[in-house]
């Protein structure tokens, strides 16, 4: 057996079965290391990064082999901003201290609107022109916002979740087009998480806030 047949050994495997579609073990790895994730990034708790690159290595090998081609190469890019956003959680603060939740200025915005544009377009001449890709406007579109999301998870943005939350409403049905329906279940658990993780962030925001005024009272 080949290290290749090793590796996709998960994902040709079926683990189980339900209203005739079938599920990997590898779609159940990235299940369960996905939700886990995004319940300690809602928490603030930084050993979401470590659990979540081995989510993006269990959805490297699914998405590819599903032909979702983007969503699969911007897993290798979650790995980078991963090990980034781990240091950036507990070193990027003021005085490397650790990094407190904030909101996305306007130039911010800006920035983050003309990237997102410019990526989608380029993303979905790359998928049509050079791959066999079903979905490349629904595969650009949700990559896109997915690297802007984490761009603003990485520095505690709270708008971030807003940009989670609309991807994971396009993400619910392409996943159960692609047939990933655990996927598809995960995600729509996502969007439930993204709404705590909001709440818990708006919170820690005015927490901060109140204290910068009753710092600046004293």
């Known amino acids: 057996m080949s290290v290749l047949d090793v590796i996709l050994w998960p994902f040709n495997t079926t683990a189980l079965t339900f209203a005739g579609a079938t599920t990997s073990w590898g779609e159940v790895a990235g299940f369960i290391t996905g939700a886990l994730c995004v319940w300690l990034v809602a928490g603030q708790n930084p050993w979401n990064w470590p659990i979540g ?19 699969s190469g911007l897993q290798v890019v979650y790995i980078a901003l991963a090990l980034y956003g781990w240091w950036a959680w507990l070193r990027g603060g003021a005085e490397h201290s650790a990094l407190p939740v904030s909101r996305t200025t306007r ?28 979905v490349p406007w629904a595969d650009s579109v949700t990559t ?15 708008e971030c979740w807003w940009l989670w939350i609309a991807a994971d409403v396009i993400y619910v049905p392409l996943y159960a087009y692609k047939g990933l329906w655990l996927t598809a279940i995960l995600y729509v658990g996502f969007m439930a998480l993204c709404v705590l993780g909001l709440r818990n962030w708006t919170k820690a925001l005015r927490d901060d806030d109140l204290r910068d005024d009753l710092a600046a009272v004293a």
């Open 53 to 71: 690159i081995l989510n993006n290595l269990a959805f490297v090998v699914l998405f590819a082999t599903s032909g979702l081609y983007a969503d």
């Open 107 to 134: 130039e911010q915005w800006w920035w983050l609107l003309g990237a997102g544009v410019a990526g989608t377009l380029l993303l979905v001449w790359v998928l049509t022109s050079f791959s066999n890709s079903t």
């Open 144 to 158: 896109v916002l997915s690297l802007l999301a984490t761009w603003g998870q990485t520095r505690k943005k709270v």
